[in-house]
Nanobody
Framework: VRLVESGGALVQPGGSLRLSCRFSGFDLDEHAIGWFRQAPGKEREGVSC????????YYTDSVKGRFVVSRDDDMRTAYLQLNNLKPEDTAVYYC?????????????????WGQGTQVTVSS
């Protein structure tokens, strides 16, 4: 199993980024694809997720209306569009494969993690 993120960068408040995650090595029908983040001194937080079968979406409250998650199973790639970024969005963002086809939002139910990509929001 492999998940490789890209797209992290330094961006000004109000800016946008698109994170990508190339995944391989597992059955696409069995695992939701999610995004977690970890800011310095804080615990990992579930940010967003998209289920494997019915396309259900999950967003943590602080990013609703600003972030958009999607997946392209033909390309074996997931995306997280980050809009109207705020300094508090600064963190390392991780792409994950959850244990089941549905989104749990719990790090304890994540079977596979990517290496992470840094997003820094600062003027």
């Amino acid at each position: 199993v492999r998940l490789v993120e890209s797209g992290g960068a330094l961006v000004q408040p109000g800016g946008s980024l698109r994170l990508s995650c190339r995944f391989s090595g597992f059955d696409l029908d069995e695992h939701a694809i999610g995004w977690f983040r970890q800011a310095p001194g804080k615990e990992r937080e579930g940010v967003s997720c998209i289920s494997a079968t019915d396309g259900s979406l999950y967003y943590t409250d602080s990013v609703k209306g600003r972030f958009v998650v999607s997946r392209d199973d033909d390309m074996r790639t997931a995306y997280l569009q980050l809009n109207n970024l705020k300094p508090e969005d600064t963190a390392v963002y991780y792409c994950v494969a959850e244990r089941w086809w549905y989104c749990s939002g719990y790090a304890s139910l994540v079977d596979h993690w990517g290496q992470g990509t840094q997003v820094t929001v600062s003027s």
